[in-house]
């Protein structure tokens, strides 16, 4: 699954206050972050969405899309960032026909919801990044803004690798062949 191109879907997102449709040609020519969360109305799901809307700018000065996704359908999306969730500046997708759960093989079978899972696709729609984590554990929103960089580095200079400590001023390694 690792560098290969994502499936193609078409479904909605809430965001501002409106539902649009939303579909993996609204992503081309960016680099983008998709961000799964198992449940609406939980507690660990708020912690990371709060992060990602405190790192969103850095993102998006980075050409960096973020969405996140559960398999809640867009009402309860909605009703949970409308009551609770008032400071979300990104926009949530909802995956409730399951279809790029399955197709990104991250579908919980036993309860039907998504992995707690962050995906980051290349502006070739290109899967460059995978992580998946148990529910009970969040995700370090600061270490995926480091793996933006990386990335993105890495995109550019052929040949060069990045070791986890890289610092985006600091030159990589040469990769030796």
Do not use: H
């Amino acid at each position: 699954m690792l560098n290969t191109k994502i499936i193609p879907f078409n479904t909605i997102s809430y965001f501002e206050k409106k539902f649009f449709n939303i579909n993996t040609n609204d992503l081309k020519n960016k680099w983008n972050i998709l961000f799964f969360f198992p449940y609406s109305f939980t507690f660990i799901c708020p912690t990371e969405l709060k992060d990602l809307s405190f790192f969103k700018e850095k993102f998006f000065n980075e050409n960096c899309n973020v969405f996140g996704i559960s398999t809640d359908s867009c009402y309860t999306q909605k009703k949970w960032i409308d009551d609770e969730l008032k400071f979300i500046n990104f926009p949530i997708i909802s995956d409730f026909n399951k279809k790029i759960s399955k197709n990104l093989n991250i579908l919980n079978r036993k309860d039907g919801n998504s992995e707690r899972a962050t995906f980051i696709l290349d502006p070739n729609l290109i899967i460059k990044y995978i992580e998946i984590n148990d529910n009970n554990i969040g995700r370090s929103i600061e270490e995926l803004y480091n793996k933006i960089l990386m990335l993105k580095f890495v995109s550019k200079n052929n040949n060069k690798v990045c070791p986890y400590s890289w610092i985006k001023n600091k030159i990589p390694i040469e990769l030796k062949l």
